[in-house]
C-alpha cells in the first residue's frame, strides 16, 4: 500500500511557526489529524494532543505515541465530543467543516492558540480540494475571528510547497497580543 503524500510530510511550517506559542504542557487539539504529523510532532514539544479523525486506520499509526490520544469521530455527522473540554491549543490543517467553527473557537481557554491553514477559492485550478464547499473565500479566517480573538499572523495566497495550492493560514490567541509571549525562548 501507498503511503498518502500528507501522511509523508513533515509537521506544517505555519503550525512549526507557532506551535511554541501553545502553554507548556498545554492540552491541544488536532482536528481531522489524519495520520498525526501534528499530534506527534506538538506532542513531541510536550503538549497533551486530543488527535481526532474519522479514519480509524490513520489513527492507528498514533497508537503508543507518548502525550497522544485518539477518538475516531465523523464531526460532519455526529455532534462535538469535547462539549465539557477546553483546549490551550487548536490545530486544523486540510480540513474544512464550516459548522465546527464556533464551537472550535468557544473550545479554546483564555491565552489559547488557534492554528489553523487549510485550502482557499483559487486552489481547484491545481486539483483537489476543487469543490467550493472546501474552500475558504477571500479573507473567511479573518471574519471567523473577528472580535473574539486576537490575530497574531494572516496569510492568503499561493504556495508552491508541499504542492501547488492556494491556501489561508490564521494564527490568533484568545485574549489581547500584548500578553501573548512570541518568542519561543521562554
Given at each position: 500500500m501507498q503511503v498518502p503524500l500528507h501522511a509523508q510530510l513533515e509537521p506544517s511550517a505555519w503550525v512549526r511557526r507557532f506551535a511554541h506559542l501553545i502553554a507548556p504542557g498545554g492540552a491541544v487539539l488536532d482536528l481531522a489529524c489524519g495520520r498525526g504529523r501534528h499530534a506527534r510532532f506538538l506532542?513531541?514539544?510536550?503538549?497533551?494532543v486530543d488527535a481526532l479523525d474519522r479514519d480509524r486506520d490513520a489513527l492507528a499509526t498514533l497508537e503508543g505515541v507518548p502525550g497522544v490520544r485518539t477518538r475516531c469521530v465523523d464531526l460532519e455527522a455526529t455532534p462535538w465530543p469535547f462539549v465539557a473540554e477546553r483546549f490551550d491549543g487548536i490545530v486544523v490543517t486540510n480540513y474544512l467543516h464550516r459548522p465546527l467553527v464556533s464551537v472550535l473557537l468557544q473550545a479554546l481557554r483564555p491565552g489559547g492558540i488557534f492554528i489553523y491553514e487549510t485550502f482557499a477559492v483559487g486552489n481547484e485550478r491545481f486539483g483537489r480540494p476543487s469543490n467550493p464547499e472546501f474552500l475558504l473565500h477571500p479573507g473567511e479566517l479573518l471574519q471567523w475571528v473577528d472580535g473574539r480573538l486576537q490575530v497574531l499572523a494572516f496569510e492568503q495566497g499561493m504556495i508552491e510547497r508541499p504542492?501547488?495550492?492556494?491556501?489561508?493560514?490564521?494564527?490568533a490567541v484568545n485574549r489581547g497580543v500584548e500578553s501573548c509571549r512570541l518568542d519561543s525562548s521562554g
Open positions: 506532542a513531541g514539544l510536550g503538549c497533551l504542492k501547488p495550492a492556494v491556501i489561508q493560514r490564521i494564527c
